[in-house]
């Protein structure tokens, strides 16, 4: 009795179709709030598993910010033309800043973040896709967070 379903379930598994998608992505948006962001992603999908290689920069006069993350998590959507993907990562952060009130101080301050990503990709064509990712950032400088309207190139159907 119990060998049956068990047969039943593997063999729905092995016919199943894996779906793998592969896509760079670049796009531009607001960092903390109050800053321009540019932000890049190689991000590599299969079946609803996404893993992705990401990294984030913003800079003015007196402040700038760069991270690298790797990132893992979950395609909540994979549809012919939207995919959701939402993943946790983690990696380096490094923040710079200048104060020119009276003496010009330079600070450089390295820690780790942990981050959240949810990003809503329209994908009109089998190659070109365009989208909007929100992220989070934790560090030991604070939480920020930020939005960019990207857009995606490679397999994404």
């Known amino acids: 009795i119990i060998i049956i379903p068990l047969f039943v379930s593997c063999q729905d598994t092995m016919t199943a179709k894996t779906q793998n998608l592969f896509m760079a992505s670049a ?8 800053y321009l962001g540019l932000g890049a992603s ?34 909540l959507v994979n549809k012919k033309y939207l995919l959701f993907p939402i993943t946790i990562g983690i990696g380096p952060t490094t ?9 010009t101080v330079f600070t450089k301050q390295e820690a780790f973040t942990v981050s959240g990503e949810a990003q809503l990709i329209f994908t009109p064509t089998k190659y ?6 929100g992220f989070s950032d934790i560090t030991s400088f ?6 960019f309207i990207s857009l995606y190139l490679g397999k994404l159907q």
């Open 27 to 34: 796009g531009m948006g607001i960092y903390g709030f109050e």
């Open 142 to 147: 604070g939480i920020n967070g930020g939005y």
């Open 42 to 75: 190689g991000t590599y999908l299969r079946n609803k598993n996404v893993f992705s290689l990401s990294a984030k920069s913003t800079s003015d006069w007196s402040y700038s910010y760069e991270s690298i993350e790797f990132h893992f998590g979950r395609s």
């Open 128 to 133: 070109f896709g365009i989208g909007v990712k």
């Open 95 to 103: 923040i710079s800043k200048i104060e020119f009130f009276g003496p």
